[in-house]
């Protein structure tokens, strides 16, 4: 996207693999604030639960802003749910979800954290080159508008908690 390989169609088609992936941030957030609870680590449950609640809360979760994009490009809700995942993008579920499953608290928070704190730069430039490049509407690129705002401080907040409980080797 930055570098204007893809066409506005492309973008769109990666799009729905990318709604494929994050709708299943609920599960590993979940797994996540399970193992925290049955770990009984405490420090990371506020951390935990600060980031299931902005995936997951009202009146606009994380997918639902993803959508303004699908929406634009004219797939609905109902047709990206039916689009199969791609081998890549079924692959990060599943490893993004054994990983928060079968892992502790503190692997699986820090599994992501380093991808959070890493995406915000990329994800603001991401939104640049859609409104302006590529012509999408600031509503429809705003996952990345708040993903270069939000990843900076979910990132920041997540390394720190695993700074702090992260004493064994």
Not at 43 to 69: C, G, K, T
């Amino acid at each position: 996207i930055i570098h204007h390989f893809w066409t506005a169609e492309q973008i769109i088609l990666g799009e729905i693999q990318h709604y494929q992936r994050v709708r299943t941030n609920a599960i590993h957030w979940g797994y996540i604030l399970i193992n925290a609870v049955a770990e009984r680590q405490y420090p990371l449950m506020d951390v935990i639960m600060a980031n299931f609640m902005e995936e997951l809360s009202s009146p606009r979760a994380h997918v639902d802003i993803m959508l303004q994009l699908l929406e634009e490009g004219g797939i609905t809700r109902e047709e990206a749910d039916r689009t199969e995942p791609a081998p890549g993008t079924m692959a990060a579920i599943e490893m993004i979800n054994g990983c928060t499953q079968h892992r502790s608290a503190l692997e699986g928070l820090a599994m992501l954290s380093l991808v959070e704190a890493q995406h915000a730069v990329v994800a603001a430039k991401v939104y640049r080159e859609l409104t302006g490049y590529y012509g999408f509407s600031e509503r429809a690129a705003e996952t990345y508008h708040v993903h270069g705002e939000q990843d900076v401080e979910h990132g920041a907040r997540q390394i720190e908690v695993i700074r702090t409980c992260a004493t064994a080797a």
